[in-house]
C-alpha cells in the first residue's frame, strides 16, 4: 500500500496529540482525585477530631457527673451527624459511603445513649435521687465507651483506609506517568527513525544526485523504492535528466556544426593545394601522353594519387568532426591531437600568429579525440581573435605524477579577458563578441566536455597581456586504457 511521506507525518503528528490528549486527560483525572482524597481525608480528621472531643467530655462526666460535660459531648456527637451527612452528600461517589452510612448509624446509637445518659441524670438529680442517679452507672459507661470505642476505632480505620487509597493513586500515577512517558518516547523515536529512513536518507540520497547534475555529471539517480513522494521525484529527476543528455548532445552537435562554418574557408584552402597539383599533375602528363617517358608520366600519376590521398584524409576528418558520435575515449597522444587540430584549423591560422607547440612525444591519456578535438579547436581560434590575427601562440603539456593528471595550456598574448567577465566566460551564450560574431557556447560545451572526462578548466588572464587556459585531465593507469594504438588518431576514428 502505497503511503505518502506527507500522510505518514499526519498520522503520526495525529498519534501524537491523541495519545497526548489522553494521558493529560488521565493525569487531570487522578490529581482530581487525589485532591478530592486529600478533601475527603481532611474532613474524616475533623470528623474524628470532634467524635474526640465528645468521648473526652463523656469521660469527664463518669469522672464528675457533671451535667455541662454531658451536654457538650452530646454537641459534638450532633455536630459529628452533621459532619458525616455533608461529607455523605459532598463526596458519595469517591468517598466508601457505604462505611459512612453504616457510620452514621453507629454514631447515631452512640448519641442516643449519650442522651439516655442525659435525662437519666437530669430525672434522678432534680429529684435528688443520689441511689438511683448511680444505679447502673457502670453497666451504662461500660456500653457508652464500648461504643465510643467503635465508632472511634471505624472511624480511624476508615482514615487510615482514604490514606491507603491516595497511597496507591500516587504510585499508579507514577506507573501511568511513567508508561505515558515511555509511550511518548518510544513513538517519538519511532518517528524519528521513520523520517531518518524514510525523509532524511533519500533526501540526502537526491541532494548528491542533484550536486553531482550541477557539476555536470548526468547519471541517471537509482530508484529508491520507497514509495512514496520520494520515488516519483526521483522519475522526475530521471526523466529530467535524459532530456538534459539529449539536448546536451544537439547542443554538442549544433555547436560542431556551427563550428563547420568557421573551418570552411580553412577546409577549402588545405583542399584547393592538392587539387591544383592534381590538375597540374594529369595535364602534364596527358600532354606527355604520346611520345612521353612513361617513367615521368608515372611519377606524376603517383604524385596526382598522393595528392587525392591527402585531400581524402583531410574530408574525412571534417566528416569525422561533423559527425554526431556517442562518448567513446580511448589512447590518445596529447601532440598528435594538437597537430591534427592545427592542420585541421591551418587555413584560418594567420601567418603572422606564431605557434609553438612544447610537450613530449609519448604524453598520453584516455579521452573521446574528437570532442577533445573540438575543445581545443574552440580554445586555439579564441586565442586567435584574440590577438586580432597578430601575436604568438603557445601550447603546452606537461604530467603531474603526484595529482596523476596532464595540464594542457593554452597560452596567447592576446587583449586579455576583463576581470568582470571572468567568472562568466563558461555561461551558455555569454559572449562578449559583437552580435552575429559568436553564440555564446564554445566555452559552455568545451567545459561539459571537459567534465564528462572527468577533468577541470581553469582560465588566467590580465587585460593587454594575454589568456592561458588550463586543461587538466586525469591519466588513468596503463592496464585501464580503453585502446592503444601506435596511431592514435585511426584509434579514435
Known sequence: M??????RISIAFIILVLLGGIIWVITDYRNHLLELKFDIITEKNQLLNTILEARRYEKNYFLYFNEKDIKEAVAYTTTAQSKISEIIEAYR???????????????KRYKNSLVELQEHYRKNHLSGNIDALMAGNEKKQSNIRALGQEITSDLEQMVQQERMSVNRLVKESRIYSFLGVLTVFLLSVFVAFS????????????????????????????????????????????????????RNEQLIQSRKMASLGTLTSGVAHELNNPLNNISTSLQIAIEELEGGDPAYNKELLTDAEAQIERARDIVRALLEFSRERTFKPVKVYIKNL?????????????????????????????????????VLINLILNAVHAMDNEGKLTIKATKNPEKNEICLQIQDTGKGIPAEYKDKIFDPFFTTKKVGKGTGLGLSVSHGIIQNHGGRIDVESEESVGTTFYIYLPVPNDKNDHASSDTPVEAAM
Open 2 to 7: 502505497k503511503i505518502s511521506v506527507q500522510k
Open 93 to 107: 461517589d469517591y468517598a466508601s459511603s457505604e462505611n459512612l452510612l453504616s457510620y452514621r448509624d453507629e454514631l
Open 195 to 246: 523520517l531518518i529512513f524514510k525523509v532524511n536518507r533519500p533526501l540526502r540520497q537526491i541532494g548528491r544526485a542533484v550536486r553531482k547534475i550541477a557539476a555536470g555529471d548526468y547519471e541517471k539517480i537509482p530508484p529508491l523504492n520507497t514509495n512514496d513522494e520520494f520515488d516519483e521525484f526521483v522519475q522526475s529527476l530521471n526523466t529530467m535528466i535524459s532530456e538534459v543528455n539529449k
Open 338 to 374: 594538437v597537430e591534427e587540430s592545427l592542420k585541421l584549423i591551418k587555413g584560418e591560422l594567420p601567418g603572422s600568429v606564431e605557434v609553438e607547440v612544447d610537450m613530449a612525444e609519448d604524453l598520453h591519456t584516455v579521452m573521446d579525440f574528437r570532442r577533445m578535438q573540438q
